[in-house]
């Protein structure tokens, strides 16, 4: 019995080692294609503009976490998070908000996707949901792409994908994305998909069975994945968020799952076909997950600015590619909540839409999403 045992665990082994290997490099280093304008000299002329809120003041769900964002043809913006008991309880469903680009007030939470959908589409059992990103091509139709398990916890997850052509209103079928050829288990998302100048798919991805990485999908915009490039060796860096820079240029942030406690990143100078090895910045991370975007070649980060816990939240900035980063912003203190618990802000989420104003979204004590609005004008008085 042991024999056969110590047998199917190899099979598992090099099933998985294979699946890390498979299609290997991308064919050819790719441009992408920028969803915003670059900024020009016309900001200056701005006002500094900040705000900050909630999408929604009372939960239809106890628990709440993981928000993503997306920028719609309409002009106004679609939230996503996942919600339910607890993370990974039975009745977690994903949920959406829209921010209204007249009225600019959010909608009603509602349901987008539930498990028993995710079930009834895959042909398969769903044990829970969890993290959803999302992607426009402006234009009506938008990507999601979210994680479910059938067995087991996070490390065995897959990622799924659902396409809706009247800009989130409805959804069709659920399809799971093929990360690998053998098993496809472990592979999750957090960081933002984007556009290749040819129309494919470009989606940071992670995993964490036997060893925890990132890696690049390039796939059409059927969900089947063309091309993967594993990002690094390391094994305690995992939820890669890509920064699209100018020539060719990409700089990913990756949360820390290590001993060190600082926020890792890497560079790729040809579109994500190599990357450089992984370097630490100086600033905390507390195992948790970071999300940057990009105008030109100055980036904007937010994350946890300790490196013990997840009780506050800050915004940082670096204008030389990754090399120094400046915090210029706490969004979050940090302390102990009204039921005595120690607050939790956690998982933000980035964007700058195409006017040049950035959306922030996060976790907020598991109970709320937060939503906070800033300017590059803004962002300039603070460094000052």
Known sequence: MQRYLTSAVFVILVALLGASAWLGDFSEALSWRFTAPLASGADRHQKPQFKRG????????????????????NGGFMAVWYGGTREG???????????????????????LMGRQRVANDLGRHIRKLGNAVLLSDGQNNVWMFFV?????????????LSVSNDDGQTWGPVVRVASSPFL?????????????????IGL?????????????????????????????KRRAAIQPDIALLTNNQMHAVLRNTGSSRVVLQQSSEDAGNSWSSISETQLPNPDAAVSVTAVR???????????DDRDRMAL?????????????????????????????FSYPYLIRAKNGVYHLVYTWQRKLIAHVSFNDVWIGNRLQ
């Open 54 to 73: 909630f999408i929604f003041e009372q939960s239809p769900t106890s628990s709440v976490h993981a928000p993503s964002i997306v920028e719609l043809s």
């Open 89 to 111: 309880s039975s009745d977690v469903s994903l949920y959406a908000s829209n921010l209204d680009p007249v009225s600019n007030h959010w909608s009603v939470p509602r349901v």
């Open 148 to 160: 479910s398990t059938s067995v087991g916890g996070w490390s065995t997850s897959a990622v799924n």
């Open 184 to 200: 496809n288990v472990s592979t999750l998302v957090k960081g933002h998909p984007f556009f290749y100048t040819d129309g494919t």
């Open 204 to 232: 940071p991805v992670y995993h964490e069975l036997l060893g925890k990485f990132g890696e690049l999908l390039r796939m059409d915009t059927n969900g089947v994945v063309l091309d993967k490039q594993r990002m690094s």
């Open 297 to 307: 070649d100055a980036m904007v980060m937010a994350y946890n600015d300790t490196d």
């Open 316 to 344: 940082a900035m670096s204008r030389d590619k990754g090399n120094t980063w400046r915090k210029f912003f706490q969004l979050e203190k940090g302390g102990v909540g009204e039921d005595g618990e120690k607050d939790e």
